[in-house]
């Protein structure tokens, strides 16, 4: 009697989901009857890790079509309270608290987020993909509170896990990301050390052309930015990038409002005028490329 009670539950468990699956990804969706098939589910009597993802599908899909924060944020708080009580390392144990963390960053409950963060991020030291992540997403949220210390070694832990998986363009990413954070601090002298660093890399990248242009794009941006603080202002940078046209064009947008950043800020008026007048060509150029691609 209890296996046949068992077996029905699968089905009603199974029926119920692909229902919801049908409902998400038809034209137009009906989010509605989705979101009560994934309720109904959670009538059932069903093993944790599978109420636990349930409750993880259920709140990210109230987060992207509803307005009812409260009801997503209650079933991902179950979905990680089930996800602790077991010894699973997956990916739902993970994406709950990543999630939930996202939303409680909106919300500015920033006393809420770092402490589930940094307890997932304990456990997901045998999943470096999860590790990695919340390293970024925890060093973020110090970064928002200025704590650039404590972001900064969080970043510094991901360079060594990141390097430990053979993960170079991660590994980039948080030199990357470290470097920003450095030169927020003004932290020249850790910046150009930085920097160094990531140009030997990038250039012996051997992943993507896509990735190795936008860790380019990413390194540039932090050069300009670094030459400008120390008040060398620079273009040849730009000038001798040798990606895409519109992503060079797009460098040079980026460089020429920090330029004209500077030189209002160090009171040389007269200095802008050409540096305006090169941002309006270079838009004019940048609106053209996108003409001409909406053509083609």
Not at 144 to 173: C, M, Q
Not at 188 to 216: A, F, R
Not at 217 to 225: K, R
Request: aromatic share 6%; charged share 20%.
């Amino acid at each position: 009697m209890k296996m046949a009670s068992s077996a029905n539950t699968e089905a009603c468990y199974v029926a119920l989901l692909g229902l919801a699956e049908n409902f998400r990804t038809s034209n137009p969706p009906n989010i509605k009857l989705c979101i009560h098939c994934l309720q109904s589910i959670l009538t059932l009597q069903l093993a944790p890790k599978i109420e636990t993802r349930t409750r993880v599908q259920l709140g990210n899909i109230l987060i992207a079509h509803t307005k009812n924060t409260d009801l997503a944020i209650s079933n991902l708080e179950k979905a990680w309270e089930l996800a602790c009580n077991t010894r699973d390392v997956d990916d739902v144990k993970f994406e709950s608290a990543s999630v939930l963390a996202q939303i409680y960053e909106q919300q500015t409950q920033y006393e809420l987020a770092k402490p589930l963060l940094q307890t997932a991020l304990d456990m997901s030291q045998q999943s470096p993909y999860w590790h990695c992540r919340i390293l970024f997403q925890l060093s973020q949220l110090h970064a928002i509170e200025r704590d650039f210390p404590s972001a900064v070694r969080l970043l510094t832990t991901g360079i060594e896990v990141a390097g430990k998986s053979r993960s170079e363009y991660t590994k980039l990413l948080f030199l990357l990301s470290r470097g920003m954070l450095l030169l927020i601090d003004k932290k020249t002298g850790d910046v150009h050390e930085t920097l160094t660093t990531v140009s030997s890399l990038i250039d012996t990248y051997n992943g993507p052309t896509i990735q190795k242009e936008s860790l380019k794009v990413f390194f540039l941006i932090l050069q300009v930015c670094h030459y400008l603080m120390a008040g060398q202002v620079r273009s040849s940078l730009i000038d001798t990038y040798n990606g895409p046209t519109i992503q060079k064009e797009s460098l040079k947008v980026f460089f020429l409002i920090l330029q004209v950043c500077h030189y209002l800020m160090a009171g040389q008026v007269k200095s802008v005028k050409p540096a305006l007048k090169n941002l309006q060509q270079i838009i004019q150029t940048i609106t053209q490329l996108h003409t001409d691609e909406d053509e083609n």
